[in-house]
């Protein structure tokens, strides 16, 4: 079960409504939280150390200090019980953010200094409210900026030319991120691909391809996750919370060798990189038992699907039926009975090794 998005309480001025807004709206966009924004506006005859009780509702307290909301005089005896002891007693975060010029208490931390919403201040609070702490704080190159902007200040999408780019994105703002994942999209299947993004999410895939993509979607979108693709796979994009970088640039990386289930799955899709027949038909065996030990059913009716057209270029009855067996119990688990239907009468009929009747043989005239 996903848990409640934090909500978030600024106690503010009127005056400050506009920056308050600005705030409210970035947190929102980047660090997963509600804004309680209307709640936090003071009233005629409030001051913060009134709102900032009341504010202790919500999970997270921001008290925005400017020269609206600052009272002066303001002797510690008025905000110290509100804005430091009690918070502490029980336990509410609670972080002070300095709007423009005035001078609040020094003693009040964690402080953040947001005069004319500077980027730099806005990201060091965002990360503060996911992670707890202020994170790190760096100077990027303008293109790693610019992403950051697009994709990690809001949930997006972007493209780039780059697989290094992409790589160096991931590393300056991951603690903008719940989670990083990294799919090798190129030269393989969208199957593939998907059971690989499963696996690395610790869910199982059973359907179809149509239902696993349908699947991850939903998970992902509903989470503050960076999914890196090295080459172009858009089907894979899930939006929502989720923010996506695709790399088309070279990935340089070598195809798969061994026995691993990538690999297994480059060598049936590429036949000649094995070209013993039945040594390729051994490791299709084996990678369709990985696959369907792993509940990647999708990726063993591809291969399955593979495994059954190079057969039939060799007239390879025995295979033929073996194949097409199995995929006519697939067709019949995901409820496609009609295709199964028609795919277990092509094998009865054309795959089958049918006996031979016997019979008893006449005498001789």
């Not at 509410?92 to 004319?116: M, N, S, T, Y």
């Not at 303008?142 to 972007?158: N, R, S």
């Not at 097409?324 to 054309?350: F, H, K, T």
Request: hydrophobic share 45%; net charge negative.
């Amino acid at each position: 079960m996903q848990a409640l998005t934090p909500t978030v309480f600024p106690c503010y001025a009127a005056a400050d409504r506009e920056s308050a807004a600005a705030i409210a709206a970035f947190l929102e966009c980047g660090a997963d939280v509600r804004v309680l924004l209307a709640e936090g506006e003071m009233q005629p005859g409030e001051d913060l150390a009134q709102k900032a009780r009341e504010a202790r509702m919500a999970d997270i307290v921001l008290v925005l200090f400017s020269r609206h909301s600052l009272p002066s005089p303001w002797p510690r005896s008025r905000w110290e019980g509100a804005l430091q002891k009690e918070p502490a007693e029980e336990n509410v975060r609670i972080a002070f953010l300095k709007c423009d010029g005035c001078v609040p208490p020094r003693v009040l931390a964690p402080q953040f200094e947001l005069a004319g919403l500077p980027l730099a201040g806005l990201r060091r609070l965002k990360r503060w409210l996911r992670l707890g702490n202020f994170g790190r704080t760096e100077v990027c190159a303008p293109e790693i900026e610019a992403l950051g902007a697009a994709i990690a200040d809001q949930p997006g999408a972007a493209t780039v030319d780059s697989d290094e780019l992409a790589g160096e994105f991931a590393r300056a703002f991951r603690e903008d991120f719940d989670e990083v994942l990294r799919v090798e999209c190129a030269g393989r299947s969208l199957a593939a691909l998907a059971g690989d993004l499963a696996a690395q999410l610790g869910l199982s895939l059973e359907g179809d391809l149509d239902d696993n993509l349908a699947r991850l979607r939903d998970f992902c979108s509903a989470r503050r996750f960076l999914l890196l693709l090295a080459g172009s796979a858009p089907p894979l994009v899930p939006g929502g919370r989720c923010s996506t970088v695709i790399s088309t640039g070279p990935c340089g990386a070598a195809p798969p060798t061994g026995e691993s289930l990538p690999a297994i799955q480059y060598a049936v899709a590429h036949p000649g990189v094995v070209a013993d027949w039945p040594e390729l038909c051994r490791l299709a065996r084996l990678g369709l038992r990985l696959a369907g030990a792993q509940g990647r059913v999708a990726e063993k009716f591809e291969l399955l699907e593979q495994w059954h057209a190079l057969a039939r270029e060799r007239a390879d009855r025995p295979i033929l039926e073996e194949s097409a067996r199995e995929m006519v119990w697939i067709l019949e688990g995901w409820d496609r009975i009609e295709e199964a239907r028609r795919l277990e009468y092509r094998r009865a009929a054309e795959y089958d090794q049918q006996m031979a009747l016997p019979f008893e043989e006449l005498p001789a005239h």
